[in-house]
């Protein structure tokens, strides 16, 4: 054996052994998300669930996000087959109704289901504070570059995108972020690592 | 109860292991032959234990004894039972478990084959597979336990991942897969035995290990083609192939276990690329690891992901000491290993397979770099990035073209001088057969350069290998007046790599031919069908005739009864359908094929309306399909036939009896001796 | 070159030269001719979404492309490629609009720039650097002097 020569050999397989080290400290379901920080993509909505509270809208009624510009907006994106979706629906209402005075407008967005459905799910749950728009097509959860359901946008009052929440939010989640997008006007500082995306583990 | 004698059994395994290890170099330094002969009973005991294991985890699994961790997290009592066995390897825990017994079974046959040669090859191959298992068994009674304790016990099961449950393949496609994977950790026992004792310079080491190497690259081969097919046939896009880290950790050990087998070649014949074929069997092996590494960690994201644990850092130990002391013992030895031969000119076999090797290790460098570059991009740049399909089709089109070329002019030119006679009368037919199918693919409607190029090569190499086959044929025939099978059959029997071989590359031929065609001329229709409407689809009609739905004990189906029409002449009826299981969110399709020699009519249900009033569906034409199945057979057949030659003559002393002393003087191998001592005492170290 | 191999081939370099050609003729780069009129066809139009949704990733699946994935959202995701391709932007702004929404993960073949210029490069030096290996090998060993027990 020649011993300077088998060190040196190991040597050269170091760096993979560190980099899948390094590759043990990552999670391939985190992915960033490149909105926040960003302005909000417009939309225009038709609204199939009226809600009850203050903020209600008449179905058919069509919700921009144009019309909205200087208010501090919270998008839902959910569905009826969605089971997550039932852990977050009451503290989103409760949340919702606690904010309206303050001028916090909650949309629920209907992801890749019908009306109907939806419909009937609300009802299920006891019902909702605030309205909830379908999204024919998934487009504008496209344009928000949505993975699955639930997730969540704070909009602030520039219009920008502020924060994005993945997966069922809590009421702690959402008061903290109100608060600050209410309070300030302006966007939440960006790069948080609440802003990490986790992809469904099923592939289709 | 059982799982008591499981868990138990894989302790006392684990127990044998360790003292099979530690019992060889005792024996050598001491020479004492029992000692070693102990640690061959040894490695028979721990297969014995591995198999009680399997049997508890199976009896287990079918009595649904959901007091078993791992029958509680796969079971269900609605599973039918082929499911409910072949769950064994549907999760982590149960394919660490099946992996360890294949790998005892290995080892078992390794030690009882070869357990009367002299010297210390042997015994340390042996060690170094104990190791290896070693390394399942920490597994096995730690992060991988299957036999974990669940209380209170569970009334009935989820049963096993639904993808893993829709298809008749995957009884065939792990099992291959493990046998492939394990099977490579033999000629890499072989190879490190052989540089730990110092007996790397005879070459034993090779003659020993390749009936096993060409063994597991069948299996391997198989498997993958298994898995494309597996792929094919449930996950409903109408791909095989997608690029995926698991395909890509099964490929890249295929790819240097594909160079091994030529480059070896030209090790036994001129005495040359000696150190280069222990890197390249190393490296296989490592790969193998690494492969398991990347599925069984969580990290990579893939279809196949077992999902996350603390297991992940067992395997980045095992990969590092793989690494480190493999690449040490070659680097180490790397002196005694030069070459002893010496080309005759630059256009022969040799130098084929040089350029072959080349090919083949770009191929695996390049796999390798795309399915780990999003780990080495998120390191430097912080930011997650993809490398997917369209990287490495672009990447590796190139290589596997150059291939397909190689394949018809290394059987073409003889070893060591070809003058340029020989040259011209070898290419030309080939080059003749490469034009024509040039002008045929151009004429059918190839358009793109790879499509074109690759249809010229396959031809190229098929004319070449068949003519290869064919002229020996036709001499023997000639000189001996046999009939053109007896030809054939002695011609092939008389030398049966070279001819297994030749084979092996008609298959891949076909398997090129199946890939080319139908990814080039594929065709898609979609359309949302009513009732007792037709969907045009190339030359064929689709035609919905009703929707319904079916309750199985484990899921619900709904499917689609469509009519294959050609004009009016109703010629076959297809049933895709979508299958509901409890434990997943979407629905899992099962797409219906309609299989003929020239293509396939691929069907998929996409969506339906409820009241069964309309359906849209998915048809892909995709032609030659079936000749990747075909060819993959192939190829195994030549494995076969190559792997049929008769091993050496085993000394005729051999003991009748597993472990029994054999009645000569002990270690009558002044080799062994002085190789063992150079090994363990550290006194050849310079 | 198909015209060189009828005439016998006289010199081993000639020959070495030509193999090599044969084997680096695959590398050709290979350009797709784009369509320059505005009026697409729909088999064009269908031919270009199916060219542009094979390079994005679908992102509820496992590294498929949209192109290949069956499920709902990656059919919708190649309807928005299929529209704005009809709408007249060019196949990349198109997938601009993509990293946009969902990140540089989204493209299933890394941009050949920057940092990710390594994936595309070290493989090609990692071929050149072992021809020349090989090259410099054979020459060694078609020259040195035969050894005593070198050839079987």
């Not at chain 2, 490398?387 to 291939?403: D, H, Q, R, W, Y």
Request: proline share 6%; net charge positive.
């Amino acid at each position: 054996m020649n011993w300077k020569r088998a060190a040196s050999a190991a040597l050269v397989s170091l760096p993979i052994i560190v980099l899948l080290a390094y590759s043990l400290t990552l999670d391939p379901k985190e992915i960033p998300s490149p909105l926040p920080g960003r302005s909000a993509p417009a939309f225009s909505l038709a609204v199939f669930a009226q809600g009850e509270g203050a903020t209600r809208r008449a179905v058919g009624d069509t919700v921009r996000l144009a019309d909205h510009q200087g208010e501090v907006v919270v998008l839902n994106f959910w569905a009826s087959w969605c089971l997550a979706c039932r852990d977050e629906h009451a503290i989103l209402s409760d949340v919702a109704e606690a904010y309206a005075p303050r001028g916090a407008k909650f949309y629920g967005v209907l992801y890749n289901d019908a009306p109907a459905n939806g419909v009937r799910w609300i009802r299920e749950m006891g019902g909702q504070s605030y309205p909830s728009v379908n999204d024919p097509r998934t487009r504008t959860a496209i344009d928000f570059g949505l993975y699955g359901v639930p997730e969540t946008f704070f909009i602030g009052r520039d219009g920008r995108v502020a924060y994005k929440h993945v997966g069922p939010v809590s009421a702690a989640v959402l008061t903290q972020k109100l608060d600050s997008l209410l309070a300030a006007g302006a966007p939440a500082p960006r790069g948080d690592s609440a802003s990490k995306v986790t992809v469904p583990a099923n592939r289709s | 109860m059982t799982r008591l004698i499981g868990y138990n059994a894989l302790w006392v395994a684990l127990a044998t292991a360790v003292f099979g290890m530690v019992a060889i170099p005792v024996g050598l330094r001491r020479r004492r032959l029992e000692w070693v002969q102990a640690s061959y009973a040894a490695t028979f005991t721990m297969f014995g234990l591995t198999t009680v294991a399997v049997f508890a985890m199976v009896y287990g699994l079918v009595t649904h004894d959901f007091s078993i961790g791992y029958v509680a997290q796969v079971g269900s009592r609605a599973t039918p039972l082929f499911y409910t066995i072949i769950s064994l390897w549907g999760a982590l825990e149960g394919s660490i478990l099946f992996w360890a017994w294949v790998l005892t079974l290995l080892s078992a046959l390794v030690v009882f084959w070869n357990r009367d040669r002299d010297g210390a090859l042997i015994p340390y191959t042996t060690m170094t597979m104990l190791a290896v298992s070693l390394f399942f068994f920490i597994l096995l009674v730690g992060p991988a336990n299957p036999f974990t304790l669940v209380s209170p016990v569970p009334l009935d099961g989820p049963g096993p991942n639904p993808l893993l449950q829709n298809h008749v393949l995957m009884g065939v496609h792990p099992p291959l897969l493990y046998l492939g994977y394990v099977g490579m950790t033999v000629p890499f026992a072989f190879a490190v035995g052989a540089m730990a004792s110092g007996e790397v310079e005879q070459d034993d080491w090779v003659k020993l290990s390749r009936r096993w190497t060409l063994g597991a690259w069948g299996f391997l081969t198989a498997a993958i083609i298994a898995g494309m097919w597996w792929s094919y046939e449930v996950l409903g896009w109408g791909g095989y192939w997608a690029w995926d880290p698991v395909e890509n950790a099964s490929f890249m050990p295929w790819l240097t276990a594909t160079a091994f087998l030529h480059s070896v070649m030209v090790q036994e014949r001129r005495g040359m690329l000696r150190l280069w074929n222990l890197n390249l069997i190393v490296s296989t092996f490592a790969l193998t690891i690494l492969g398991t590494f990347l599925t069984r960690s969580g990290v990579l994201s893939s279809v196949h992901a077992f999902g996350e644990g603390p297991i992940g850092m067992y395997f980045l130990a095992a990969i590092a000491i793989t690494l480190l002391v493999s690449f040490a013992l070659v680097a180490g030895n790397s002196e005694r290993l030069r070459s002893t031969g010496r080309l005759d000119g630059v256009a022969t076999r040799e130098t084929v397979f040089l350029l072959n090797n080349l090919l083949f290790t770009a191929f695996t460098f390049t796999v390798l770099i795309g399915t780990l570059f999003p780990i080495i991009a998120e390191a430097a740049r912080g930011v997650k990035v993809s490398v997917g399909e369209p990287f490495f089709n672009k990447m590796t089109l190139p290589i596997c073209a150059s291939l397909l070329f190689l394949m018809g002019v290394g059987p073409a030119l003889p070893w060591k001088r070809a003058t340029a006679d020989v040259l011209r009368r070898q290419l030309l037919p080939p080059l003749v057969g490469a034009v024509l199918a040039a002008a045929i693919a151009i004429a059918v409607g190839a358009r793109e350069a790879y499509a074109v190029l690759a249809f010229a090569f396959a031809a190229f190499a098929l004319v070449a290998n068949v003519r290869e086959i064919s002229s020996g044929v036709q001499a023997r025939m000639r000189l001996r007046s046999e009939g053109a099978v007896t030809a054939l059959g002695r011609l092939v029997g008389a030398n049966r790599r070279r001819y297994g071989g030749y084979v092996a590359h008609i298959g891949v031929v076909c398997v090129a031919v199946g890939i080319t065609a139908s990814s080039t001329f594929r065709t898609e229709y979609e359309a949302t069908v009513a009732k007792g409407a037709s969907m045009p689809a190339g030359r064929f009609q689709i035609r919905l005739n009703q929707v319904y739905g079916r309750e199985e004990p484990q899921r619900s189906r709904i499917a689609a009864n469509v009519s294959v029409m050609d004009g009016a002449r109703e010629i076959g009826r297809l049933d895709p359908a979508m299958n509901f299981y409890p434990t997943s969110q979407q629905p899992i399709p099962t797409p219906a094929v309609r299989s003929r020699p020239w293509g396939d009519l691929y069907v998929n249900l996409m969506a339906f309306k409820p009241d069964g009033s309309n359906a849209t569906l998915k048809v892909i034409v995709e032609p030659l399909v079936p000749w990747i199945w075909l060819g993959g057979g192939i190829i195994c057949l030549g494995a076969l036939i190559a792997m049929s030659t008769m091993p050496a003559r085993r000394r005729v002393d051999a003991p009748d009896a597993v472990g029994r002393v054999p009645d000569r003087e002990l270690v009558p191998d002044a080799r062994m001796g002085a190789s063992a001592l150079a090994a363990n005492t550290f006194e050849g170290a310079d | 070159m198909m015209h060189r191999w009828k005439v016998p081939l006289r010199s081993a370099r000639l020959r070495a030269a030509l193999c090599l050609a044969m084997l680096l003729l695959p590398l050709l780069p290979v350009t797709a001719q784009q369509p320059t009129s505005a009026q697409m066809s729909e088999s064009e139009l269908e031919r270009r979404t199916r060219e542009v949704a094979a390079q994005l990733r679908c992102p509820v699946c496992q590294g498929n492309s949209i192109q290949d994935s069956p499920s709902e959202l990656a059919q919708e995701m190649k309807g928005v490629v299929r529209d704005q391709l009809a709408a007249g932007r060019t196949p990349n702004e198109v997938k601009q609009y993509f990293i946009d929404k969902y990140g540089e993960w989204v493209l299933l073949e890394p941009t050949a720039s920057g940092f990710n210029l390594l994936v595309y490069v070290l493989p090609v030096l990692m071929l050149l650097g072992g021809a020349f290996v090989i090259v410099r090998a054979v020459r060694k060993w078609t020259t040195a002097p035969p050894a005593a027990d070198g050839t079987t």
